[in-house]
């Protein structure tokens, strides 16, 4: 027997508002309908489409990521009668949508496994209820991390699903109000001009967009921070400027800087320090090669067929542009064949045509044309991935290939919207050259308390981003128990002022629930637990507290951006966030958000952005901060 379900048709209105708001008075008509028989029953494949339609169009494709998993997973009748209550009445309050996706999500693993992947519509519904909750503004900087909480899914399950309710609602508001804030900004901001203070070192007005690199690294600083970082060092006076450990450039980058001091960034890697350098001292063939590449990738499309005597570009004069798709297929033949090794596989530029001779690709692309752009893309990402850590390759041909693979490292591999978003960037590298070239700026590469020890002087200023406390994946080395203590031991001595930045919690939590542990205060202990303890949430939450231990002696300030609405304590505690604090060693005020966000309101990405409009900065005492960030932390692991 067919399954049908009974659907009254409501004439059309200029919104599906104004239908659903009917549904109540529809509910009464249908019941007497039904009971006089005088309504037919309508096939169950109508009312999916008309339910599919409704999660379609409040839930657009770009606001997530689709897998062929979570696509094709199978809905049976009772859970499309769930979405279709979900949908039923305005009336509905927060509560009875919880309780209806908790139901939704109770009967779907009840006939599934508990691990099996959610239907798109399930994760359009689980969305919508976030984006609608971010509408009250008690609720707005919590809403994803609430719903997520209140239906019993994990705190990062919008960022596993490529969902941005909370960023999507700012976005969104951000357009329809751009032109009103950005007048009112402008106002504000020559009035803030005219009446400051001058000082020694408030050597910019703020009222520009600070620059940031247009790249995409591990630890890369969101501009709320490389604020609140500028705005700490204008209040104390120094010559120097070291950026200990710089990574991508983005804070010495963004900060505000004049000609009468010197800027160092210094990092061990020396990929990072190399594009600097070749930003600094080769800017204008940087932008010519880069120019030239991107050129490359746009021409290659249909039609376009590579011959074995055009080079990549005239920077890899070597390298043909049939190998470099050629190296795309035969690295997916290799992943296809090891499907069980969960890792890059290594693949030669120069063994590509052993195994991938021109005509295959030439019938790739002529079965394929509309992928070729992709496929080429997608080769020289693997391409440029060797280039990178080559000893023989030239600084240029290494500063390029490093641009390229952290323009799309966070995906592993180009996309059309990334690509369209790496070729509107060459008038902005335009001005980060500038800025670079404007400024007394060298490089260094050297361990961490190598560079802190060389610039021990009073009229010395640090920034110190070192990897995470219990993160691993950072490019270069990994930075240990031993690195984090040796500079620690560095800064006892150190003569001049710092800030060091780090996070005071962890929430990537384990599938396994850490066993209730007594809380030792011996850092010794803390990094016992990192090595030799399995449960990696363990791991991570005993670093972090190593860290805290380490500088509650040595810092007697802390910084922290928080949401406005909560006290200190309700923050550090309940909130399910990667809280980035800046321990310092000088007196300072907190920076004004307010100021900030009205300046960057609508004309950033709001995911780039880091804070809304409710966000404020903290500045404690470290002895203020240390208890709060200790209750957080057992708060998350479990651990009283």
């Known amino acids: 027997m067919n399954e049908h379900i009974i659907i009254y048709n409501i004439p059309n209105t200029s919104t599906s508002h104004t239908v659903l708001s009917m549904v109540q008075f529809v509910h009464v008509l249908l019941l007497q309908q039904i009971a006089n028989n005088t309504i037919s029953e309508v096939p169950m494949e109508k009312h999916i489409a008309k339910i599919q339609s409704y999660f379609d169009s409040n839930v657009p494709a770009n606001r997530y990521t689709s897998t062929a998993r979570g696509s094709a997973a199978n809905i049976d009748s009772a859970e499309w009668n769930i979405l279709s209550k979900l949908i039923e009445s305005d009336n509905l309050t927060y509560d009875e949508k919880v309780e209806y996706l908790k139901q939704l999500l109770e009967h779907y693993r009840g006939r599934k496994s508990p691990n099996s992947p959610l239907p798109i519509v399930f994760r359009q519904a689980i969305y919508l209820l976030a984006y609608d909750l971010c509408k009250d503004e008690q609720n707005s900087s919590t809403a994803q991390n609430r719903v997520l909480l209140d239906i019993g899914l994990s705190h990062n399950t919008f960022t596993r699903w490529g969902m941005h309710p909370k960023d999507d609602y700012l976005s969104d508001t951000n357009s329809q109000n751009t032109l009103s804030k950005s007048t009112h ?43 609140m970082v500028g705005e700490l060092i204008k209040q104390v006076p120094y010559s120097n400027f070291v950026d200990v450990f710089c990574g991508s450039g983005t804070v010495t980058l963004g900060i505000p800087k004049d000609s009468q001091h010197n800027y160092f960034m210094n990092d061990i890697n020396r990929t990072r320090t190399n594009l600097i350098d070749i930003i600094r001292y080769g800017g204008q063939e940087f932008m010519k090669s880069l120019s030239e590449l991107m050129e490359k990738i746009k021409g290659f499309s249909e039609g376009n067929h590579p011959e074995t005597n055009v080079p990549l570009l005239s920077l890899f004069p070597e390298t043909s542009d049939w190998k470099i798709i050629g190296l795309k297929l035969l690295n997916d033949s290799l992943k296809e064949k090891d499907k069980s090794e969960n890792k890059e596989i290594s693949v030669d530029i120069a063994s590509v045509e052993e195994f991938v001779p021109l005509a295959t690709v030439k019938e790739y692309i002529a079965k394929s044309s509309q992928k070729a752009q992709l496929a080429y893309a997608e080769g020289l990402y693997i391409f440029f991935n060797k280039i990178i850590d080559s000893t023989s390759a030239k600084p240029l041909q290494r500063a390029i290939a490093t641009v390229y693979t952290d323009t799309f490292s966070t995906r592993r591999k180009p996309t059309k919207a990334t690509l369209k978003q790496f070729f509107s960037t060459l008038s902005y590298w335009e001005k980060v050259i500038d800025e670079f070239q404007s400024f007394n ?3 260094l590469n050297q361990y961490d308390y190598l560079a802190v020890n060389q610039f021990n002087s009073e009229d010395t200023l640090l920034y110190m981003d070192s990897p995470y406390a219990g993160t691993a994946g ?50 010794d202990t803390y990094w016992s637990w990192i090595y030799e303890e399995d449960n990696e949430f363990e791991r991570k939450a005993a670093a972090v ?60 990405p709001s995911s780039s952005l880091g804070i809304d409009e409710h966000s404020v900065c903290k500045v404690l005492s470290y002895e203020e901060f240390y208890p709060l960030a200790r209750k957080g932390l057992a708060y998350f692991d479990g651990i009283e």
């Open 185 to 227: 900004s402008k106002d504000t901001d020559s009035k803030d001009t005219d009446s400051k203070d001058a000082s020694s070192n408030d050597t910019s007005s703020n009222d520009t967009i600070p620059l940031t690199m247009p790249i995409f690294y591990q630890g890369k600083k969101n501009y709320s921070l490389v604020y």
């Open 441 to 443: 700026i060298s490089t």
């Open 474 to 523: 950072y490019k270069g080395a990994d930075y240990t128990i031993e690195n984090f203590q040796k500079l620690c031991d560095t800064l006892k001595n150190f003569k001049g002022k710092w800030i060091f930045s780090c996070r005071a919690t962890v929430v990537y939590k384990s599938k396994k629930e850490p066993e209730e542990t007594e809380v030792v205060d011996d850092v």
């Open 545 to 604: 507290r190593a860290v805290l231990e380490m500088y509650r002696p040595l810092a007697p300030n802390v910084a922290f951006i928080k949401p406005e609405q909560f006290d200190d304590e309700f923050y550090f505690k309940e909130i399910a966030d990667n809280k980035e604090v800046m321990f310092f060693n000088f007196d300072a005020t907190a920076p004004d958000l307010q100021k900030f966000y009205n300046l960057m309101h609508g004309k950033v």
